[in-house]
C-alpha cells in the first residue's frame, strides 16, 4: 500500500531533510526550477538531469538514453539509496517513468521536491485578448502515448477517463477531439483549494465551455491543486468505482501535484492508462516562490 | 405547449450522439450523388470540422442501419453495410521506432486493423440478428463454425460468441506487446485485409441469405494516421473490391499521400471517388440546416413543417425538393429566428441611441470638409437606408456635400438617383456604414441575426449552426420552441458563438496556438479595413496574396494549408482580377463565424491583396512586426485610433 508523506514550508530551510544520494532533475526554467535545482544539488551527492523524448519515446538521464519502457536499468545501480526527483523541473513523463521505474525496482521509499509559484505570469482568467494572443505561439505536439501506459481508446471498449484540469481549456478540447470519448465516461477533477485562493475561479471559467460543448458528464471532482495524495486517493475512489471490464484512463493536465498523484497512481497499476499532450512550457511563466514541499512515497 | 426547450440544440457533435444516429440523421439532400447502392469504388469523403462527415459516416454504419429504432429494413441494407473504425491516435503512433523494425510494426498496425475491424463484422452480425431486418437470427450466429480461420491463428476458437471475447483479448495482447515491446510476448500478427476477407467468405459460405452482403469499412480521421500507416490504408483501397471495399473520410489537405506499399500509386476515379462534402453542402445548405433544426423540434413533439420519417429516408428525398414544402421549411426557420431587412435595420436605428452615433458621424465628416449644411440635413427618416450611408460619403474627398444632398433630396422625391440608380450607393455601401455605428464591444448588431444570418455566418458548418441556435435559445427564458428569439438576443448569442469558435482554435491541432494568433491578427487587419470612415473599399473579409519582398517559403505555404485543413480559411480560386494581365490566383475567406467578433461582414464581397511578406508578417512575425503592419493600415486608411474596437486593439497601444 503506497502512503504519500507530505511536508511544506514557505522557505528551503524550513524542510526537515536528510541529504540524498540521488537528486534527479529537469531543466530550470523560471526562478522557482532554479532555486529547486539549486536545493537539491546541495543536499544530494550526485545530481542527474532526466529528459524525455516523445518524438522517440525514449528517456537520457545523465546521457544515458533507453527506451522509456527501460528506464529501470538506468537506475537499478541505485536500488537501496535515497533518491529524489526534482518534480519543478521535470516534466510529468518524467516523473512518471522515474517512479514506475523505482516501483518496479521494488525500492521502499523514494522522494520527490516540488516549489510552488507564487504567481502565473501566463494566467488569463476570463480575459478573452491580451498581446500573448497575438504573440507567436510554440507548436504543441499533441497528444503521444507514453510506453507502458498508454490503452487502445475505442467507443467499443469500457473505459473511463479521468481529467485533472488547470488553466488551459485548451488542453482538454484537444484531447477531446481527437480521441472521441463517449462524454458520460468522462470525469474531471479541479484543483479545489487552488494554490492562492481565487486560482481555482481561472480554472473553472477557463473550462467550463469546454466541458458544456462537449456535454461531458462523467461527474465532477475536487482535490487539492498541491496535494498528490488526495489526487491518488480521488483516482483511487474511481478505480475502485468501476465496473467489471471497465478500465481507467487518466488525462494529467492540472496542477504538478495533481501530476505527481497520477503519475504514481498510475505506476502502481499496470492496467491504468495515461493520456499526456506533452506541452513545452514557456520560460519564465511563473515569478517567485511561494512554498516548498517534500513528498516522501514509501512502498 | 410542453416543457422548455432551452437545451434542444446543444448537442451538436457525431460524439455526443452514440454510434446509432438513426434518431437525429437528416439524408442530405445530394445523398443520391454518393451513388451508395450501386458503386463499388471506394469514396474518400473530405470536409472540415463540423460539416456533418462523422455523423454521414456514422449514418452508414451498421449500428444506424441495422438501429433497433428502425421498424422495417429493406433488405438491400445488406448490400451496404457500413464498418466505423475512428483511429485511435494516441496509440497509433507509439507504433514506431523504439527499436522495433519497420515491418513489425506495419504487420502490428495491419494486425491490429484486422481485429478491429472483425469485431464491426462480428457487431454488424449481431445487429442485423437483432434488427428488424429478419434475414438472420440468433441462432444462426450460434451455428457459425468458423473453425478454418484457424489457417491464420491457430488459438482463434471456432463459435461466433467465443470469436468475439478471443479479438478483445487480442487487442489487449497487442495493447501490452505495443506498450513494451522488448519484453511482452510478440502475438501472432493477422493479415489485415486477407483475414477479414477469410471472415467474409466463412460467414457468407455459412449464411447464404447473406450471399450479397458488402462490407464498406470507413475510416474516419485518416488525417490522423502516419505515413506508413497510411501508405498501408492507401494499399487496402487500392485493392478493394467487393464484398470488402474500403472508404475514407479526412479534412482538406490530408490526402498527402498516394502512395502505397507496392510500386503503384493511388490514382484519382481509377482507384476511388472524392466527395467534398462542404462544397455539396453548400449546395442548398438554408433548406438543409432549417430541417436538422426543426427536427429536433419534431423530436420534442413540437409541430413543425417536417416529418422525421421522410428526412430519414434516402428514398423520399424528391419530397423534400418540393418548392413548397421548401418554403414552409425555411418560413418556421425564419419565425423562429426572424432576421431584420437592410430597411427594417435602418428604421431602427432612428429608434434608439444609435442615431446619435449617425449624427455625429455625419457632424465630424462635414466639420472635415469645412462645410456650413446642418449635419440634421442628412438625416431623413423617410429615406433611412441612405441617411445611413451618408457619413462614408460625406468623408470621400471627390464627393462634396452639396452633392450628397442634392441626391438625398431626388431620392426623396422619388427622381432618378444615384443611391439607387445605376451607381448603387446602398447597396454597395450600407452593410459596412451599418456596421460603423455599433460598437463592437456595447450594443450587440442586428445584422448579425435571424435564420438567413445565421446560415450564411455557418458556411455550411451544422455545428456552428446549431450553435448559434443554442446559444439565442439559451438566452429566452422558458424557450418552448414555438415562440421567435428576439433579434437583439440573438445578435448576442451570434457575438457569443463567435468569441467561443475564435477561441477553440487554439485547440486546431499541432499548430492550434499559431492557428489562433494568425486568425487574430488578420481578423484585425479586416476589423480595421471596416472602421475606414470613407467605406470606399467596404465589407473586406477575404484577402490574396501578390508579390512582395519577402516571399513565402514552403513552411508558410503549409501553414496555408492548415488554416485551411481547420476551416479557419477557406480557399477559393480568384473570382475578380483587377488587372487580367496578372495570373489566376487563389483567395483566402476568413471563415465567416469569426465575422461577429470582429464586427465585419459575413458575406464574400471585397478582397484586399496583401504583399507575401505582410503575409508573413502575419504568420509569422513577431509581435511588434504585426504591431507596425496594423499601424501602416491604420494609416493608410485614415483609421483613428480611437476609432478602434477597445477589445481588439488595445494591445497595440498608442506609443
Known amino acids: 500500500m503506497m502512503q504519500i508523506r507530505m511536508q511544506e514550508s514557505i522557505r528551503e530551510n524550513g524542510l526537515d531533510i536528510q541529504p540524498w544520494d540521488l537528486g534527479i532533475i529537469g531543466e530550470p526554467l523560471d526562478e522557482r526550477g532554479t532555486a529547486a535545482v539549486a536545493f537539491i544539488s546541495s543536499n544530494s551527492n550526485t545530481v542527474v538531469s532526466a529528459r524525455y ?7 537520457d538521464i545523465d546521457g544515458k538514453v533507453r527506451n522509456a519502457e527501460r528506464t529501470a536499468e538506468l537506475l537499478e545501480n541505485w536500488r537501496g539509496k535515497r533518491i529524489v526527483l526534482e518534480t519543478t523541473t521535470l516534466g510529468f513523463v518524467e516523473v512518471f517513468l522515474c517512479s514506475k521505474a523505482l516501483i518496479d525496482l521494488k525500492v521502499t521509499s523514494f522522494y520527490m521536491v516540488y516549489v510552488e509559484p507564487k504567481e502565473y505570469t501566463t494566467v488569463a482568467g476570463g480575459r478573452l485578448l491580451d498581446k500573448r494572443h497575438f504573440d507567436l505561439s510554440e507548436e504543441v505536439p499533441g497528444f503521444k502515448g507514453i510506453p507502458g501506459a498508454t490503452l487502445v481508446t475505442t467507443e467499443r471498449t469500457a473505459q473511463r477517463t479521468a481529467f485533472f484540469l488547470g488553466f488551459e481549456e485548451r488542453r482538454l478540447d484537444v484531447a477531446l477531439v481527437s480521441q472521441g470519448f463517449r462524454p458520460s465516461e468522462v470525469a474531471v477533477i479541479f484543483g479545489v483549494p487552488a494554490f492562492t485562493p481565487g486560482w481555482e475561479m481561472h480554472s473553472f471559467a477557463n473550462n467550463i465551455r469546454v466541458i458544456q460543448d462537449h456535454g461531458l458528464s462523467g461527474g465532477i471532482h475536487f482535490c487539492g491543486a498541491e496535494n498528490p495524495a488526495s489526487a491518488y486517493d480521488t483516482l483511487e475512489s474511481l478505480y475502485d468505482a468501476l465496473s467489471f471490464k471497465e478500465r481507467l484512463i487518466v488525462g494529467p493536465l492540472g496542477t504538478k501535484p495533481n501530476g505527481i498523484g497520477a503519475a504514481l497512481f498510475a505506476a502502481s497499476h499496470s492496467e491504468v492508462g495515461l493520456l499526456y499532450d506533452h506541452p513545452r512550457k514557456s520560460r519564465r511563466r511563473t515569478s517567485e516562490i511561494a512554498r516548498w514541499h517534500i513528498y516522501e512515497i514509501v512502498l | 405547449m410542453g416543457t422548455t ?11 455526443e450522439l452514440g454510434r446509432d444516429v438513426w434518431e437525429q440523421f437528416v439524408v442530405p439532400h445530394f445523398y443520391s450523388k454518393l451513388d451508395l447502392t450501386t458503386a463499388r469504388k471506394p469514396r474518400i469523403i473530405i470536409g472540415g470540422r463540423g460539416c456533418g462527415k462523422t455523423m454521414l459516416v456514422r449514418y452508414l454504419s451498421y449500428e444506424t442501419m441495422f438501429s433497433s429504432l428502425r421498424h422495417s429494413i429493406p433488405v438491400e441494407a445488406i448490400k451496404h453495410i457500413g464498418l466505423y473504425w475512428r483511429i485511435d491516435t494516441h496509440f497509433m503512433n507509439l507504433m514506431a521506432g523504439r527499436g522495433i523494425e519497420d515491418w513489425k510494426w506495419h504487420s502490428a498496425f495491419a494486425h491490429i486493423a484486422a481485429i478491429e475491424l472483425a469485431r464491426e463484422i462480428m457487431g454488424s452480425l449481431r445487429a442485423m440478428s437483432e434488427s428488424a431486418l429478419r434475414l438472420l437470427v440468433k441462432d444462426d450466429l450460434e451455428r457459425l463454425d468458423l473453425s478454418r480461420l484457424k489457417a491464420f491463428d491457430k488459438k482463434l476458437p471456432h463459435t461466433f460468441a467465443a470469436l468475439v471475447d478471443r479479438l478483445e483479448t487480442l487487442i489487449w495482447e497487442i495493447q501490452s506487446w505495443v506498450n513494451d515491446p522488448l519484453k511482452a ?17 466463412e460467414i457468407k459460405r455459412q449464411l447464404p441469405q447473406l450471399s450479397e452482403a458488402n462490407f464498406f469499412v470507413y475510416i474516419d480521421e485518416y488525417e490522423n494516421l502516419s505515413k506508413y500507416q497510411k501508405k498501408i490504408v492507401n494499399t487496402w483501397l487500392k485493392h478493394s473490391e467487393t464484398p470488402l471495399i474500403f472508404n475514407l473520410a479526412m479534412k482538406r489537405h490530408a490526402f498527402d499521400t498516394q502512395e502505397t506499399i507496392g510500386p503503384e500509386s493511388l490514382q484519382n476515379i481509377h482507384d476511388y471517388r472524392f466527395y467534398d462534402l462542404e462544397a455539396e453542402i453548400k449546395e442548398d445548405f438554408s433548406l438543409f440546416a432549417a430541417e436538422i433544426l426543426l427536427l429536433q423540434l419534431a423530436l420534442q413533439g413540437r409541430t413543425v413543417p417536417v416529418d422525421p420519417a421522410v428526412l430519414r429516408d434516402p428514398e423520399r428525398l424528391s419530397e423534400r425538393a418540393n418548392p413548397e414544402y421548401r418554403a414552409s421549411v425555411i418560413n418556421r426557420a425564419e419565425f423562429l429566428f426572424p432576421g431584420l431587412s437592410q430597411t427594417e435595420m435602418a428604421k431602427e436605428v432612428f429608434a434608439s441611441k444609435v442615431e446619435e452615433n449617425l449624427r455625429s458621424r455625419i457632424k465630424q465628416a462635414l466639420a472635415i470638409k469645412r462645410s456650413p449644411i446642418d449635419a440634421e440635413c442628412f438625416i431623413r427618416r423617410n429615406v433611412p437606408e441612405a441617411s445611413i450611408i451618408t457619413p462614408a460619403l460625406l468623408s470621400r474627398r471627390t464627393l462634396s456635400a452639396e452633392y450628397v444632398l442634392d441626391q438625398l433630396d431626388k431620392l426623396e422625391s422619388g427622381l432618378p ?28 448588431c442586428p445584422y448579425y441575426a435571424g435564420f438567413s444570418s445565421f446560415s450564411q455566418l455557418s458556411r455550411g458548418n451544422l455545428r456552428h449552426f446549431l450553435e448559434l441556435c443554442h446559444q439565442s435559445t439559451n438566452r429566452v427564458e422558458d424557450w418552448k420552441g414555438d415562440s421567435s428569439v428576439p433579434h437583439f438576443t440573438q445578435a448576442e448569442a451570434a457575438r457569443a458563438a463567435s468569441t467561443a469558435f475564435l477561441r477553440e482554435i487554439q485547440s486546431c491541432g499541432p499548430y492550434g496556438l499559431q492557428l489562433h494568433a494568425f486568425a487574430l491578427r488578420l481578423g484585425s487587419v479586416f476589423a480595421m479595413s471596416q472602421r475606414r470612415p470613407t467605406q470606399s473599399e467596404p465589407e473586406i473579409t477575404h484577402f490574396s496574396i501578390g508579390d512582395g519582398a519577402v516571399q513565402l517559403q514552403p513552411s508558410d505555404l503549409d501553414f496555408l494549408r492548415e488554416t485551411v485543413k481547420w476551416s479557419v480559411l477557406y480557399e477559393e480560386k480568384e473570382t475578380k482580377q483587377k488587372d487580367p494581365s496578372e495570373p489566376s490566383d487563389t483567395e483566402y475567406i476568413l471563415d465567416p463565424i469569426y465575422a461577429p467578433y470582429f464586427h465585419i461582414s459575413y458575406s464574400k464581397r471585397r478582397r484586399v491583396k496583401l504583399k507575401s511578406d505582410e503575409v508573413v508578417v502575419l504568420i509569422r512575425g513577431t509581435y511588434d512586426q504585426v504591431r507596425e503592419l496594423l499601424k501602416k493600415y491604420s494609416s493608410k486608411w485614415r483609421v483613428e485610433p480611437r476609432e478602434l474596437t477597445p477589445t481588439l486593439f488595445s494591445h497595440l497601444g498608442t506609443e
Not at chain 2, 510476448?185 to 467468405?201: M, Q, T, V, Y
Open chain 2, 5 to 15: 426547450l432551452q437545451g434542444v440544440f446543444a448537442k451538436n457533435r457525431a460524439e
Open chain 2, 185 to 201: 510476448p510478440e502475438p501472432r500478427f493477422l493479415s489485415g485485409r486477407d483475414f477479414l476477407g477469410a471472415l467474409i467468405k
Open chain 1, 53 to 59: 523524448d516523445p518524438d522517440g519515446f525514449y528517456i
Open chain 2, 417 to 444: 438617383n444615384d443611391f439607387t440608380g445605376k451607381k448603387d450607393l446602398i447597396h454597395n455601401n450600407f452593410v459596412g456604414s451599418y456596421l460603423l455605428l455599433f460598437e463592437a464591444h456595447s450594443r450587440p
